[in-house]
Every structure is written in C-alpha cells, then in structure tokens.
C-alpha cells in the first residue's frame, strides 16, 4: 500500500518526535538532504587509446557518440588532456575521459599527476584486447594513492560477432574465454587478484554491467552510493528498481522535514511549503525516470522510434515539465490528502490545535503523495523502456 511505512521509518521517526524538537530536527534533516542533493562523484574512464574509453563515457552518461555533448571517439588517440562530461540530468555528477596511457606524451608512472588523480572518486581502466604492464603500473599507482580501480574488457560484442561464424560457437563459453585469457594476461603483468568485467558500449544492458554496478554501490560509501544509482541510465528493468528503491528510502525525512514546517503555528504556512516540497521531489522523480522532453527525445533517437510512441507508454505520471505548484494543488483537491491538508489550514487558526495537529498533517500528506507518485512514476518509467525495447513495426514482419 502506498502509504505503508517500514519499521525503520517508524523507529526514525518516533525517536525524533521522542527528542520533542522538530524545528532543530528539521534544519538538521534540510542539511543532509541538500547534503545528498550537491555530493559530488568523479568517475574517471582511462586506458590505452582507441580501445574504447570515450565510447563508455557516452554509455554511461546515456548518450550516443555523435549525439550533443558526448565524448569524441575515434581508433586514434582524440583525447589529450583529461576532459569532463557533466551528467545530463544531475550536474553534482561528472564522467571523466582521460587521455590514453602507453603514448609517449603520457607513461603509466607519471601519468597521475599528470591528470590530477584526486579529483576523482575511481577510475575505470578499459583495454578493448590484452591488458599490459601498462595498465597493472597504472592500477598499482591508483592504489598506492588510496583510490579504486576497476579493469574493463570493451567490445565484446564485436569478439562475439566475430567467434559466430565458428561452428559450435557458445556464447557463455566465448565469454568465459574473454574473461580467463584477461586475467592471465592481468596474472602475468603482475597484478595477484584480477578482478575484470566484460562490457560492450553499444549493449550496455548485457554482460557485466549490471555486476559492475554492484560492485560499485557495494565499494561507494551512502553517500555517494545514492548519487551513483541515480546517475545510471536507464537502460534495464533492475536499474528502474533500484532508483525507486533509492528514491524510496528518503521518502519519510522529506515529509518529517514537512511535517517540521507543519508544526509552525502561522496560517497558511505549511500548505504553501508543502506543495513547494511536493512540487521539487516530483520533478525529481520525473527526471531520475527519463520522464522528460529531452530524455524521452533522446530515447527516441537512440530507438530509431517517435518520441510520440514512447510518451504513448506514459499512462499515470505527467512529464517533469507539467510539474507545476497548479498540478500538484489540481491532485491534492481529488484526494483525501486534499482534504486533511484544507483541515490543517483551518486547524492553523487556532493556535494550539493548529501547531499540533498541522505537523501530522502534513507528515501523512506528503508521505502518501509522494510514495504514491513515486510508484506512478517508476511503473511508467518500466512501460517506456519495455515501448522503446520493442522491435519495430517492420522487424517484426
């Protein structure tokens, strides 16, 4: 049910109305969630040139190589200095293309300095064939200065392409090849305990993206975990979950930081922050989902499908840009939450009852819209990836 709270929320929000002050409880709420809102994350992509850093950029950031704002790809070196690629939705979040390594301008040992390797959170190092000295001196180098470092095997879908026109051929037992013959070459170089994932720019959705990213929420601290989830394009059912689930989890302290508002005996007061909080975290939603213009026309693009036949996909939730304070006080009327919070603007003039009664109020009503657009929002997000997977009209033939 949407409005169901988990145990935790429960406990979390009894101990703070046991401690008896909401407004301190309020401010300290409205710093970690601005706190979370500006984390910074740095991902840098580096590895030899031309075996597919840039493309991954784009893969990641959900765009194409020749779209607007991606990354230059090329077999040749195309980048020479490190090169930031800000997040299309999120601009705390940013993708580094560094420049390749093993080039006479950049060697492996001074190469960190030379890119200024603590401006980034971890580092992706990719080799689209063998892994070298060059890449285990690099990563040795990344660890001696206390960072991550992840090995990335690109373009197995071409090595798969390729191994097809072999009778016998077997996809897992291809794949399980790729992997033994990167960890030898990774074993031989130096490097004792090999970790690499198999990954192809053009079907991120396949192979070891989805473990990669596991890995990387389980390695990132909350923090910088709840940016990295959000970030992710949306390119697979798991990924919708986990946004929803992330989006989920700080549900209760924007409405205990309304419910703080909702205490403030002033009339009138809580039921403009409330539509203010509600209208902020929708959009939020809208855009973590790819429930905008921009995202759905890239989408679109990508899909070789009209934007019009995507957005037929959308049944319950409104575009981010119908976000509006007149949206959300058009729900609130044809709810019951439209009715308790009419009933706090009338508790509101009476001082005592008001000041008691608006805080709970408010708790229920933002809790109830929020979790239930939440859910809107995310079954939405699912029927436009499953419109957009589709085979077209003349595939299908």
């Not at 994350?41 to 190589?65: P, R």
């Not at 291809?174 to 053009?202: H, M, Y």
Request: aromatic share 8%; with cysteine.
């Amino acid at each position: 049910m949407a409005g169901r709270f988990s145990r935790r929320e429960i406990e979390e929000l009894k101990a703070v109305v046991e401690r008896g002050n909401l407004t301190a409880a309020a401010a300290e709420l409205q710093e970690k969630l601005e706190s979370l809102k500006n984390t910074p994350l740095d991902i840098a992509i580096t590895g030899e040139a031309g075996k597919g850093k840039s493309s991954l950029v784009n893969a990641i950031l959900g765009l194409h190589d020749d779209d607007e704002g991606a990354a230059k790809t090329g077999v040749t070196q195309t980048t020479m200095e490190p090169t930031a690629y800000p997040h299309p939705r999120l601009p705390n979040v940013t993708i580094w293309d560094l420049p390749g390594i093993g080039t006479p301008r950049f060697q492996a040992d001074k190469y960190l300095n030379q890119v200024k390797f603590n401006n980034y959170d971890f580092f992706i190092i990719v080799s689209a064939t063998r892994f070298t000295s060059h890449h285990i001196t690099l990563a040795h180098e990344i660890h001696k200065m206390g960072k991550r470092f992840y090995y990335v095997r690109s373009k197995v879908d071409i090595d798969l392409r390729a191994e097809k026109r072999k009778k016998n051929f077997n996809e897992a037992r291809t794949l399980q090849k790729i992997r033994e013959d990167c960890i030898k070459n990774l074993r031989e170089a130096g490097e004792a305990s090999p970790r690499v994932f198999l990954l192809s720019s053009w079907e991120l959705a396949n192979y070891d993206f989805q473990l990669l990213q596991e890995t990387l929420q389980n390695e990132l601290d909350d923090q910088k975990r709840h940016v990295f989830i959000l970030a992710m394009p949306n390119i697979s059912a798991k990924i919708l979950e986990k946004k929803k689930a992330e989006l989920q989890e700080h549900i209760w302290a924007v409405a205990l930081l309304s419910c703080a508002i909702g205490a403030v005996p002033v009339p009138g007061l809580s039921l403009a922050c409330d539509v203010a909080i509600l209208v902020f975290h929708m959009k939020c939603y809208c855009m973590a989902f790819g429930l905008d213009d921009e995202s759905l026309t890239r989408l679109a693009q990508q899909v070789g499908k009209p934007v019009a036949e995507l957005k037929s996909a959308i049944k319950k939730s409104p575009l981010a840009s119908a976000i509006t304070k007149e949206f959300v006080l058009t729900v609130l009327s044809r709810s019951l939450c439209g009715a308790l919070m009419v009933l706090e603007l009338v508790l509101n003039f009476v001082p005592v009852l008001g000041s008691l009664a608006g805080g709970g109020i408010s708790f229920v009503t933002t809790y109830y819209m929020l979790k239930s657009f939440l859910d809107e929002a995310a079954e939405d997000a699912q029927k436009v990836l499953t419109k957009a997977l589709e085979p077209k009209a003349e595939e299908s033939i």
